[in-house]
């Protein structure tokens, strides 16, 4: 049983143009995965409900995009304060849909908001050009004006924090908004949504349409005539299919997909920090974050004394319901990411992998699997190659710093990238030579609304965060002013 401060703010229908309404292909059962239990039934929305979102933005879009931004910006500000006042509930709901500890979706909840309070800020200071002329009877300007309607997918994994990265900016912009959240995650989004509206935005410019029948919304979103633009988060395989479907009508894109994050520790690196940092990168969020350590690169001479340390780290954690204030890993999102993590065990079982630690289905049963540790990871298990997308930490070792970066560079994702040395030079020539939009060099901890977020390769398009974030919501207008005598 779900119990929050302020009750109202579980919210079962969707909001389109400004009102709740039932969904069109009936109702959507949202469950705790650390019980399997109903938390409760949302609406469930189709290709209708998203036409009508996409039209009523359209038409808030001819307002809202001519409001002065300092007036966005007072609503943007009063959306986050919202957010944060609220940060327990919406960590409860987030918790009861998602299973990640209740500290986690907390933090989450501060994090997204920081990028409705940056935006908030920087939308007054968005300027356009004036170019020196290139001949005296004319002046040379440009304008950075919103793009217009944008459809927006977004992922279970952070079911609140994906929303705040692309509403903030679009809506600072002067743009209008649609959001299809995981099905499921649907409280999330439809709680943050209410809260838009008590801070007065106005009607049509963020909706929500939750709904099962993702490939038919997701088509209104990426190919109806008034989207502007299309902002997705989610996998690499559906990411690649949505870029398709713009394209029938040229659309601006971002698109932030998988990852398959290299963590290398070299021998002369401070191994207890690496180890620390190693952990909060790899069980975060139960391993299901697309910038998660994915293969663990150790150099020879201190690989046994970063194995040992690694698991005594992996053994102290406590495995259970979100909502136990002990707990420091959740269950997976559902049991289909429990058979995966199992085939992924069997895998390097088979091709001759040690299991040190875990392996199994934790005793908790149901979504839980046990933090685990796999040693003699070799190029052909799975594990070498594949987001892993849960609790297995992989290692492999390596020799020198070319193989290294050799080795890490060989993929086809390029999002986030960890190493640990204590070599100044080395933290120089590794950064320059990594093939990926995020490199952090002896830390772990990286994600601000700040900076820019974003993947190379086939990790995906655009950036989120920083002043690049929102120059994805704006087009770039030239007037050529001619007849100035
Ligand atoms: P997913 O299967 O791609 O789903 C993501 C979203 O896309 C969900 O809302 C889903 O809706 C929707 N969707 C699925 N198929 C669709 C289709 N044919 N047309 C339109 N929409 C469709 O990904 P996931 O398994 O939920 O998330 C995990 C992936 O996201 C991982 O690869 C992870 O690395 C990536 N990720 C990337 C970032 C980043 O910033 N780069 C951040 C978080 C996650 P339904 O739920 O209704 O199916």
């Given at each position: 049983?779900?119990?929050?401060?302020?009750?109202?703010?579980?919210?079962?229908r969707?909001?389109?143009?400004?009102e709740?309404?039932?969904?069109?292909?009936g109702?959507?059962?949202?469950?705790?995965?650390?019980?399997?239990?109903?938390?409760?039934?949302?609406?469930?929305?189709?290709?209708?409900?998203?036409?009508?979102?996409?039209?009523?933005?359209?038409?808030?879009?001819?307002?809202?995009?001519r409001?002065?931004a300092k007036?966005?910006?007072?609503?943007?500000?009063?959306?986050f304060?919202?957010?944060m006042?609220?940060?327990?509930?919406?960590?409860?709901?987030?918790?009861?849909?998602?299973?990640?500890?209740?500290?986690?979706?907390?933090?989450?909840?501060?994090?997204?908001?920081?990028?409705?309070?940056?935006?908030?800020?920087?939308?007054?200071?968005?300027?356009?050009?004036?170019i020196?002329?290139?001949?005296?009877d004319r002046?040379?300007?440009?304008?950075?004006?919103?793009?217009g309607?944008?459809?927006?997918?977004?992922?279970?994994n952070?079911?609140?924090?994906?929303?705040?990265?692309?509403?903030?900016?679009?809506?600072?912009?002067?743009?209008?908004?649609v959001?299809?959240?995981?099905?499921?995650?649907?409280?999330?989004?439809?709680?943050?949504?209410?809260?838009?509206?008590?801070?007065?935005?106005?009607?049509?410019?963020?909706?929500?349409?939750?709904?099962?029948?993702?490939?038919?919304?997701?088509?209104?979103?990426?190919?109806?005539?008034?989207?502007?633009?299309?902002?997705?988060t989610?996998?690499?395989?559906?990411?690649?299919?949505?870029?398709?479907?713009?394209?029938?009508?040229?659309?601006?894109?971002?698109?932030?997909?998988?990852g398959?994050?290299?963590?290398?520790?070299?021998?002369?690196?401070?191994?207890?920090?690496?180890?620390t940092?190693?952990?909060?990168t790899?069980f975060?969020?139960?391993?299901q974050?697309?910038?998660?350590?994915?293969?663990?690169?150790?150099?020879?001479?201190?690989?046994?004394?970063?194995?040992?340390?690694?698991?005594?780290?992996?053994?102290?954690?406590?495995?259970?319901?979100?909502?136990?204030k002990?707990?420091?890993?959740?269950?997976?999102?559902?049991?289909?990411?429990?058979?995966?993590?199992?085939?992924?065990?069997?895998?390097?079982?088979?091709?001759?992998?040690?299991?040190?630690?875990?392996?199994?289905?934790?005793?908790l049963?149901?979504?839980?699997?046990?933090?685990?540790?796999?040693?003699?990871?070799?190029?052909?298990?799975?594990?070498?190659?594949?987001?892993?997308?849960?609790?297995?930490?992989?290692?492999?070792?390596?020799?020198s710093?070319?193989?290294?970066?050799?080795?890490?560079?060989?993929?086809?994702?390029?999002?986030?990238?960890?190493?640990?040395?204590?070599?100044?030079?080395?933290?120089?020539?590794?950064?320059?030579?990594?093939?990926?939009?995020?490199?952090?060099?002896?830390s772990?901890?990286?994600?601000t609304?700040?900076?820019?977020?974003?993947?190379?390769?086939?990790?995906?398009?655009?950036?989120?965060?920083?002043?690049?974030?929102?120059?994805?919501?704006?087009?770039?207008?030239?007037?050529?002013?001619?007849?100035?005598?």
């Open positions: 049983m779900l119990t929050l401060k302020d009750p109202s703010l579980l919210r079962t969707n909001f389109i143009d400004g709740w309404v039932a969904g069109g292909a109702t959507i059962d949202v469950t705790n995965p650390a019980n399997g239990e109903l938390v409760t039934r949302t609406a469930n929305g189709d290709a209708a409900d998203a036409t009508r979102a996409v039209e009523a933005a359209a038409a808030a879009f001819r307002t809202w995009s409001i002065p007036q966005r910006a007072v609503l943007l500000r009063d959306w304060n919202l957010l006042a609220n940060a327990e509930d919406l960590g409860a709901i987030m918790t009861a849909e998602q299973g990640k500890p209740l500290y986690e979706s907390v933090g989450e909840i501060a994090y997204g908001a920081s990028f409705i309070e940056y935006y908030a800020e920087e939308c007054k200071r968005v300027m356009g050009d004036t020196p002329t290139i001949s005296n002046r040379l300007q440009t304008y950075k004006q919103p793009v309607v944008v459809g927006c997918i977004t992922p279970w952070f079911p609140n924090a994906m929303i705040g990265r692309k509403a903030g900016p679009a809506l600072a912009a002067g743009c209008t908004i959001i299809k959240p995981a099905t499921e995650t649907p409280l999330s989004a439809l709680a943050m949504c209410d809260l838009a509206d008590r801070a007065g935005i106005p009607r049509g410019v963020i909706s929500v349409v939750a709904g099962s029948n993702s490939r038919e919304i997701g088509k209104v979103l990426t190919q109806h005539q008034n989207i502007g633009k299309f902002t997705f989610g996998s690499t395989a559906v990411g690649k299919k949505l870029m398709e479907q713009c394209s029938t009508g040229v659309k601006k894109i971002s698109l932030e997909l998988g398959n994050a290299p963590f290398i520790v070299f021998d002369d690196a401070n191994i207890d920090a690496a180890v940092d190693c952990m909060g790899k975060r969020n139960c391993g974050t697309c910038v998660c350590t994915n293969r663990i690169y150790v150099q020879e001479g201190v690989a046994e004394e970063f194995t040992e340390k690694l698991k005594k780290a992996i053994e102290a954690l406590q495995v259970g319901d979100g909502f136990d002990n707990t420091t890993t959740g269950p997976l999102v559902n049991q289909t990411a429990v058979h995966d993590m199992q085939a992924f065990v069997d895998d390097a079982k088979s091709k001759g992998g040690d299991i040190v630690t875990g392996g199994g289905v934790h005793k049963g149901h979504c839980f699997f046990e933090p685990t540790l796999v040693t003699g990871v070799t190029a052909d298990m799975r594990l070498a190659n594949e987001e892993i997308f849960g609790p297995i930490a992989a290692i492999q070792t390596f020799t710093e070319d193989e290294v970066i050799e080795r890490a560079n060989n993929t086809e994702f390029g999002l986030a990238a960890y190493y640990f040395t204590r070599d100044i030079g080395r933290v120089i020539r590794v950064a320059e030579r990594l093939e990926y939009g995020i490199v952090c060099s002896n772990g901890v990286f994600s609304e700040v900076a820019p977020f974003g993947g190379w390769k086939q990790s995906g398009i655009g950036s989120e965060g920083g002043k690049e974030g929102i120059a994805e919501y704006f087009e770039t207008k030239f007037h050529s002013m001619g007849g100035i005598e």
